[in-house]
């Protein structure tokens, strides 16, 4: 019995013996700064091969490469890292895991022990935590005077050492001092003192539906940047009051993150452009500096180069005219121009922009030019939106001098295929904006058209009085107009430092150029026609036609009084569903439904593409929409919906009609997509005829 007893002993004693010298070696490993790091790698990155190891650990020469051998030879035998022999990659174990959580631990207790704590910075570093650094922070970013900064961060450190947290970061201590300035009444210096950016539940959100992002990572990056320069417009730029309207919908800013960065749309001539020559001096240093176009190859460089830099400083549109007499003396060409013109198109397409709504490349068409060249143009176009499921590029035909049917065959086939074509007499962009000049088609011109009034609204608050209505919108137009011409210095002053080098340095726009401030009216039929509880008939008629004329009054005396040139539009925006949403909610949705024809309020003129054949000059349509435009002078935008079931001939009919009697319309075709393989189908299917996806959309 006792020999048996001696014989356990010994054994417990080998076991204890032999574990205190394997915990011993773990520990020995864990000694070297450079194993731990190895183990960091492995549990960040996941499994990797030898030499992907070695160079994300820092041994890159051909000198440190026993010593890796030697640390990664020690990591194996304690079984803290494991090979995989078939992929031939290395992984870290779970015991490796468990000695990377405890190194973290030992290290942080340490720090407690030790009476330290460090700050994890915004700028990737950690820092000894300092006291000092809060004050310096409260002077010069949130202007406190010094005793108070003191007195603030002695509360602040206070707070920090009775947590006994050694994990600080920046974020954390700035939410504790911006706590303080709230509890002691100085809510100015805590507004001053406010971070922006994204909960780390949204970032987890994005991530997981990131089959939502069209443009990949870029459109994830600039979601992302969207929503931290908006927060800081709203809470930090806008004034109060106008802040608090577009919260409550009042009104709307189309594109927050963008309004002090980028002008909406860019009316340019391109032959001026590309003859000057594109000066990008200092920036871009990425792009090809392109030699004056002495063929018809550097030509249609040329034209791609200078739309895709063009794109990227306005957040909506660039209207771009010159194209048709750039390529005269090409004439002869016209196979090779038509060839060029559809690879110049797609260039452009591949270009990224901003937003889910891309920023659109128009090109301005004069049908009254030479017909060989519009007809190589329009056919290069037709080619380019038949391979691309949604174009980003579009054309303005000018009907102005000549008649729509020379060229409406193609055009039609155009339209039926999903392209991007606006007819207008005269200077307009896709959405019906007139260019703020004039007709002046050789100057630039920037339109700043971000801003929407919501005219129900001011119905719905007005009693159905239109005497208080009009009032009411003169006062909201007021502060909204300042807002804007605010706007416009900042973006003038972004632009001379440097961040839109093209408007800066080749069209010369703070020199030769205008700037036009343009409100747009959503939902004012609504308003007049509904809320206010006229009919549409002569007198509702009047009634619509005093609102107009109040706005633009408004905005000419206002404009007068900052030195801006101000117009007055009804044209398209996603203030539009936004407004009747939140309208919905706060009157309820039984209270908008009878005014309301589709799912949103309205944002122009909308013609029926099917009843085109049977209309006059006198038809209601037809005549509400050539009275608004002529009262409008920033711009109206008249949609023709044209049918599911009408093909290329039917259209060719009813833009030819529409051209007779209208100034200005944009036919809108719903053309089916596949959402899986980007299949585009003229007509209508419930599922994709190639890979059988019930997501189609249009």
């Known amino acids: 019995m006792e020999l048996s007893e001696d014989f356990g002993d010994q054994k417990r004693g080998g076991i204890l013996q032999s574990a205190s010298k394997r915990v011993r070696m773990i520990f020995s490993v ?20 030898y030499s992907e190891l070695k160079s ?40 490796g895991k468990l000695v990377l959580s405890l190194a973290r631990q030992i290290e942080e207790r340490s720090i407690i022990e030790s009476g330290k704590m460090y700050v994890r910075t915004s700028h990737e570093s950690i820092e000894e935590f300092n006291s000092h650094k809060i004050i310096q922070s409260l002077v010069r970013e949130g202007s406190l005077p010094l005793e108070l900064a003191q007195k603030i ?30 509890e002691q009444g100085h809510e100015d210096y805590r507004h001053r003192l406010a971070r922006f950016g994204l909960p780390a539940y949204d970032i987890h959100e994005m991530l997981t539906n990131v089959d939502g992002i069209h443009n990949g990572v870029e459109g994830l990056l600039f979601k992302t940047g969207q929503t931290v320069f908006g927060e800081y417009l709203v809470l930090n730029t806008l004034p109060k009051d106008v802040a608090d309207s577009h919260l409550s919908g009042d009104i709307h800013i189309t594109n927050a993150g963008l309004w002090s960065l980028l002008p909406d749309a860019i009316f340019v001539n391109i032959k001026e452009l590309i003859e000057d020559g594109i000066d990008l001096r200092g920036k871009f240093l990425g792009v090809t500096r392109t030699p004056a176009a002495d063929s018809l190859d550097t030509l249609a460089a040329s ?79 037709k080619n380019y939106v038949k391979s691309t499921p949604v174009p980003t590029v579009g054309i303005i035909v000018d009907y102005e001098k000549a008649k729509i049917s020379d060229f409406s065959g193609i055009l039609a086939e155009t ?18 904006l007139s260019k703020g000049d004039g007709k002046n088609s050789s100057s630039t011109s920037i339109n700043l058209q971000s801003l929407s009034i919501n005219m129900p609204r001011l119905a719905f608050e007005s009693n159905k009085d239109e005497t208080y209505f009009r009032a009411r919108l003169a006062l909201l137009m007021k502060p909204a107009l300042a807002a804007m011409s605010l706007r416009k210095k900042e973006i003038s002053d972004h632009t001379r430092r440097g961040l839109n080098p093209i408007l800066a340095n080749n069209t010369q726009y703070m020199q030769k150029g205008s700037v036009t401030l343009v409100v747009n009216l959503i939902g004012l ?33 206002k404009g007068k009084e900052m030195g801006d040139n101000v117009t007055i539009s009804i044209t398209e925006s996603d203030a539009a569903s936004r407004f009747s949403s939140l309208d919905g909610e706060k009157y309820g949705k039984m209270s908008i439904h009878p005014h309301v024809e589709g799912e949103s309020y309205s944002e122009g003129v909308i013609v029926d593409a099917s009843e085109m054949e049977e209309m006059t000059h006198k038809s209601e349509k037809i005549a509400e929409s050539n009275h608004l435009s002529k009262m409008l002078n920033g711009g109206l935008l ?32 719903r053309v089916p997509i596949c959402g899986n393989c980007g299949l585009k189908e003229e007509k209508t299917a419930e599922k994709c005829p190639v890979c059988k996806s019930p997501y189609m959309f249009a």
Do not use: C
Not at 417 to 431: P, T, Y
């Open 30 to 49: 864990m000694a070297s700064p450079n194993r731990i790091d190895i183990l960091r790698i492995l549990n960040s990155k996941g499994p990797l091969t």
């Open 56 to 95: 994300l650990a820092g041994f890159k020469s051909k000198k440190e490469s026993g010593k890796f051998a030697y640390h990664l030879r020690k990591l194996l035998r304690q079984s803290l890292v494991a090979l995989n022999k078939s992929e031939r990659r290395y992984t870290i174990t779970n015991l």
């Open 153 to 182: 961060t002695e509360e602040v450190e206070n707070r920090i050492y009775k947590f006994q947290t050694s994990y600080l970061t920046s974020s954390l201590i700035r939410e504790m001092v911006n706590s303080v300035l709230l």
């Open 303 to 381: 034209v791609s180069l200078a739309a895709s830099l063009l794109v990227k400083e306005a957040s909506q549109e660039v209207i771009m005219d010159g194209l048709v007499v750039l390529l005269q003396k090409y004439s002869k060409n016209i196979s090779e121009i038509e060839e060029k013109l559809a690879n110049s198109f797609a260039k452009i397409s591949a270009v990224s922009k901003y937003g889910k709504d891309e920023t659109l490349a128009s090109f301005r068409i004069p049908l009254a030019t030479e017909p060989k060249i519009v007809g190589a143009i329009l056919a290069a176009y």
């Open 415 to 432: 339209i039926s295929l999903g392209g991007r074509v606006m007819f207008s007499k005269g200077l307009a962009s896709n959405k019906g």
């Open 525 to 557: 039929k609504e308003a007049v026609y509904g809320i206010l509880g006229y009919e549409n008939n002569k007198a509702g008629q009047e009634i619509l036609a005093k609102v107009v004329a109040t706005a633009i009054e408004v905005a000419a005396k």
């Open 638 to 669: 008249v949609q023709l919906k044209i049918p599911d079931t009408m093909d290329s001939s039917g259209i060719k009919k009813a833009i030819e009609k529409a051209g007779e009697l209208l100034g200005s319309f944009r036919p809108v075709k």
